[in-house]
């Protein structure tokens, strides 16, 4: 396991100490005729500068609508957030208006997106598309924003970054269009990157070279990260900090290499004995049971209990998010007693 190197550019904010980002008890619920769909449902974390927090959790459990209102690009209707703060450098983003977003947008925060066939449009060349992002957020003559497209798109592993310019997205693979979208945000210079799924499109050889890009980008620029993925193995190359959710909220944060040595929350235990270990071939994988409840009608009390091996008559209340040991928070009323056991230790109740 590798971490993240930390950030060598100045950071001239005032407020050093303060977190980038921070989300406080963020709600976004969606409306359907089945009933309100509490997705994101009490969510808080911060993103330190310069470092890169993952957002980690099976499919469903929020990570997704969590990334997409922090810009509120969270499509209404259905979809809304309810309440809760999301302040970028002090200032609230739920509060701001069109205009104001607008200019953070791509610039301070830039985001790729899980789906790159759908965020680019279709009626422009990627080269258009690169240079308007650049110029609209850096302000460069068109000459400067076309050197940069093309050495933003070599540095993603696109080959003939100046034919690439002159397709449009139709002409492209999924992979490379993804790559399209990681240039773009980079190119961009942010402060924040929320990257959601940004290496699910590529093979191993061509996520390691962006895995690597992200980690240049971060040391040379003190950019911020916020990974959102389901896979355990970037997790641990890239991650500072771990933020695991279920089921619309948050059960375990930590920081990467305290995870992998010992989680505190049955959920996050099940999901690294999961993955398939170079090191022990021989061991069965562990699968939790069950699957995630809908969002329109969560379990009362703790939301893993339907599946966890430690449920008990105490779930039935809902378990607060406590700091467990300094650093380190678990929403379960059994975390004092998975202190110090091994991640891939069985869990039994006593």
């Not at 610039?107 to 990627?126: H, K």
């Not at 961009?188 to 799924?197: F, G």
């Amino acid at each position: 396991m590798s971490e993240a190197p930390q950030a060598t550019a100045e950071i001239t904010s005032p407020e050093l100490n303060q977190p980038l980002l921070e989300i406080v008890d963020l709600h976004t619920y969606f409306h359907s005729e089945r009933g309100v769909a509490r997705v994101v449902d009490g969510v808080t974390f911060d993103v330190p500068r310069g470092k890169t927090v993952a957002l980690v959790g099976e499919s469903g459990c929020g990570k997704s609508v969590t990334s997409l209102s922090i810009l509120r690009l969270i499509p209404s209707p259905p979809g809304e957030i309810v309440s809760g703060a999301i302040r970028f450098e002090g200032r609230d983003l739920a509060t701001l208006d069109a205009e104001e977003l607008r200019t953070i947008r791509g610039g301070d925060i830039a985001m790729i997106f899980q789906e790159p066939a759908t965020s680019l449009n279709p009626v422009f060349t990627i080269g258009d598309q690169l240079i308007e992002a650049i110029r609209l957020h850096r302000d460069l003559p068109l000459h400067e924003a076309q050197t940069e497209v093309k050495q933003a798109l070599t540095a993603v592993s696109l080959n003939e970054p100046e034919r690439r310019m002159r397709q449009y997205p139709h002409e492209l693979s999924g992979g490379m269009k993804q790559r399209v979208m990681i240039a773009m945000a980079l190119a961009c210079r942010p402060k924040l990157l929320i990257a959601d799924e940004p290496t699910t499109a590529l093979d191993v050889t061509i996520q390691a070279r962006v895995l690597g890009l992200l980690r240049h980008n971060q040391a040379e620029l003190g950019m911020s990260i916020l990974l959102v993925t389901h896979d355990l193995g970037v997790v641990a190359e890239m991650a500072d900090d771990v933020v695991v959710m279920y089921a619309g909220k948050v059960v375990e944060r930590s920081t990467a290499v305290e995870l992998f040595a010992g989680p505190l929350h049955p959920y996050s235990r099940g999901l690294l004995s999961s993955v398939v270990r170079i090191d022990r071939p021989q061991r069965r994988l562990h699968a939790i049971e069950g699957h995630v409840p809908s969002p329109t009608n969560w379990p009362e009390g703790c939301r893993f209990k339907t599946r966890c091996p430690l449920a008990a008559e105490k779930c039935n209340a809902e378990p607060p998010l406590a700091e467990i040991q300094p650093g380190r928070f678990s929403a379960c009323w059994f975390a004092d007693q998975l202190v110090g056991l091994p991640p891939d230790e069985e869990l039994t109740r006593s």
